[in-house]
């Protein structure tokens, strides 16, 4: 049989909506029309759930869509995604589980028998719904059905070709849902679905966090690396990686004042609009006041201001920050700065980023201060690697809104100088404010000292300080004729 010569139109690019926003946005527009993808991932990852939001999608629009289940019934499917807000009661469902009846009944095939009979029965049955409903979307959950019912390698693969072109040739576009054994790679299975398929979305779950990964998409292309993904009371929710646009923006490093003219001068005049600045030191000697010293001032001149707490509630830092005389309330009351706390077990990195450059968008601020870097690094598991990367493109989308960013850091030694941040960031920073404790003459005080200014000169001496009541941080002074303060044990010039 001679086939048919194949149109321009055979192959145009229609990119469809995956149901879900962000993940159009990592497919560069969608899944194409007429093609098949690949789900795959560990048992509760997610599969069935981001195949459904596909079908609901069709739905919405008026196209028509079949669900071919093996592992749950119909009805449980429909349950279940009514509880996550999904839709789909109007797909057409093909059943190609086992029944009851085969628990029931005594059967004695053979082994290849076996496998013929079924496996020309799924073929049969998928053919006559395809034909019959003629879908545009179609929803295989799991594959693996098929795979469980053939002889071998060969003939599943065979099998997966014959199947794939039927359906490309009718213009289906179809989603297919795999489960791996966890520790086993993506892709290295036995069989070929991987390569055969036009897409690969891939879903992780590892120590609770969820994540998703596009490492193929013929035709469109895709965005590369892991990006977060929660599943809510709505469904599926996808998070990028926050990654900066790189525009042609001119840089201008306006300096704006802390509120505080001694942290000012000691900063030579404050910090930049667009620069990233630390405040490091061990824990208890200041940094969070330090900060909220630095984001208060700068709300009170005039700038917006937006802080992000990851170790207090705001009615603790509101407390903490009032009885050391900084107006947290009163500016908050003014809209002239916004407090959220964040939970780093419930969002993850990439959820707090586009929620952080949402809310810059939407107000325009002078300065964002996040307090603190620790709380940023559970949100990512403990990896010091991805920690860096997502930072990184966090701070570098603040710096083209023309924002002040504030982090603060903990170092792990009580005195001295060890590190100047506690993880590999400092590249990072265009600021490094460093707060710690020394002991000179058998007396402990605390020392503040600029590490690193990018832009600008500095005081580069280290001065004593002090958190006060009513005053909050007060500089009292260059230390005068001690050295040793970088190692912790000051010691007086004879």
């Known amino acids: 049989m ?38 795959q991932g560990v048992s509760g990852t997610g599969k069935s759930l981001l195949g459904q939001h596909f079908l609901e999608a069709g739905i919405e629009t008026g196209d028509t869509v079949v669900y071919i289940h093996g592992e749950e019934s119909k009805a449980d499917i429909v349950l279940n995604a009514a509880q996550l807000s999904v839709d789909i009661s109007d797909a057409e469902f093909l059943d190609i589980g086992p029944g009851t009846d085969f628990f029931a009944e005594d ?43 053939e002889r071998d390698e060969y003939q599943y693969r065979k099998r997966l070709q014959s199947l794939i072109r039927f359906l490309r040739d009718r213009r289906v576009t179809t989603v297919a849902t795999r489960t791996v054994s966890r520790g086993t790679p993506h892709g290295s299975s036995y069989d070929d679905f991987e390569s055969l398929s036009d897409g690969v979305v891939n ?56 509120g505080h003219e001694a942290l000012d001068s000691l900063l030579g005049g404050g910090i930049e609009r667009g620069a990233v600045s630390f405040i490091s030191g061990p824990t ?79 107000h325009d601020p002078a300065a964002v201060f996040i ?40 170092s792990d030694a009580l005195t001295g100088f060890p590190k100047a941040t506690s993880t590999n960031t400092s590249y990072i920073a265009d600021n490094i404010i460093f707060l710690s404790y020394v002991e000179v003459d058998g007396e402990l005080q605390r020392a503040i000292g600029v590490l690193k200014k990018r832009l600008g ?20 002074g260059p230390f005068e004729n001690v050295h040793g303060i970088m190692q912790g044990t000051g010691h007086r010039a004879e």
């Open 284 to 362: 208890g000697i200041g940094k969070s006041t330090t900060g909220a010293q630095m984001l208060s001032g700068i709300a009170a001149d005039g700038g917006a201001a937006l802080g992000y707490l990851f170790e207090e509630s705001i009615d603790q830092f509101s407390y903490r920050c009032e009885s050391l005389g900084l107006p947290i309330s009163e500016l908050r009351e003014t809209g002239q700065l916004h407090l959220t706390e964040v939970e780093p077990l419930v969002r993850s990195a990439e959820e707090f980023g586009q929620y952080v450059v949402n809310e810059v968008e939407t």
């Open 2 to 39: 001679t086939e048919a010569a194949s149109s321009p139109d055979d192959y145009e690019i229609e990119p469809i909506s995956t149901g879900i926003a962000e993940l159009d946005k990592l497919l560069h527009g969608g899944y194409i029309r007429g093609r098949t993808y690949l789900v």
């Open 203 to 258: 879903l992780y779950l590892d120590e609770s966090e969820r994540r998703i990964a596009v490492p193929k998409h013929r035709g469109l292309g895709q965005v590369d690396g892991t990006h977060g993904l929660e599943i809510r009371d709505d469904g599926i929710e996808i998070y990028p990686q926050t990654i900066p646009n790189h525009d042609n923006r001119t840089f201008d490093p306006t300096l704006i004042s802390t």
């Open 371 to 410: 307090d603190g870097l620790a709380g940023y690094k559970i949100s990512l598991q403990g990896d010091d690697q991805r920690l860096v990367r997502r930072l990184h493109g966090l701070t570098r989308v603040l710096k083209n809104h023309n924002v002040a960013t504030i982090i603060t850091d903990e």
């Open 457 to 476: 000169d500095f005081d580069s001496r280290f001065h004593r300080f002090a958190i006060e009541s009513d005053d909050g941080l007060r500089l009292k």
């Open 107 to 149: 059967i004695s095939y053979d082994l290849v028998e076996t496998a013929e009979v079924e496996s020309e029965r799924f073929t049969k049955d998928i053919k006559e719904v395809i034909e019959s409903v003629d879908p545009e979307r179609l929803l295989i959950d799991p594959i693996t059905q098929l795979q469980y019912v």
